[in-house]
């Protein structure tokens, strides 16, 4: 499961291999987990929505990108950091600039289970085709039937909620 948590990480791990690094290589690394629907303005937003938070609570003494940066590099590891960013997870929530960050990763999240799905109505169909007859076999058919159209009609509604996100369920 994707998560804006992970989003973040990566953005932390980019600041510990390069500790000069700018708020674009930031907003890249953390668009390499958010990748859908998430532009480098939502990425940037985000990160200046977070310095101002970590400013607010006291942790930078100003909401700049930099600031940030060197509350990262001043942990004791990346995992700290990370740390920091969960415990302040329910005020980061409630940043606006959050929510397109949680609405990437529900679509990628969505497209991966709706192909999952498409994955396992194929392996049903190959299970019915090989069965052989008999009692057995059309009790196993008719189970993998039913299965597929369950599996149909879970993928109907994923689709209708990327529809829902996207405007077009196949996207």
């Excluded at 995992?79 to 606006?96: K, M, T, V, W, Y």
């Excluded at 969505?110 to 009692?135: S, V, Y």
Aim: net charge negative.
């Amino acid at each position: 499961m994707t998560d804006i948590q992970q989003a973040y990480r990566a953005g932390i791990d980019a600041v510990v291999l390069d500790n000069a690094l700018n708020r674009g290589g930031f907003a890249d690394a953390i668009r390499t987990v958010l990748t859908a629907q998430f532009s480098n303005a939502d990425a940037t937003g985000w990160i200046d929505a977070i310095a101002a938070l970590y400013e607010s609570v006291g942790i930078i003494n100003n909401p700049t990108y930099n600031n940030l940066r060197g509350s990262i590099i001043n942990a004791e590891s990346a995992d700290e950091a990370e740390g920091l960013f969960s415990a302040l997870s329910a005020s980061i929530s409630q940043l606006p600039e959050t929510a397109p960050a949680v609405t990437s990763a529900q679509l990628i999240d969505l497209r991966d289970e709706r192909d999952n799905i498409d994955a396992a109505i194929t392996r049903c169909q190959d299970i019915i085709d090989a069965e052989p007859g008999g009692t057995l076999g059309r009790l196993v058919k008719e189970v993998l039937r039913n299965g597929k159209d369950l599996l149909r009609e879970e993928k109907r509604a994923v689709r209708e909620q990327i529809q829902f996100i996207t405007g077009d369920p196949d996207n």
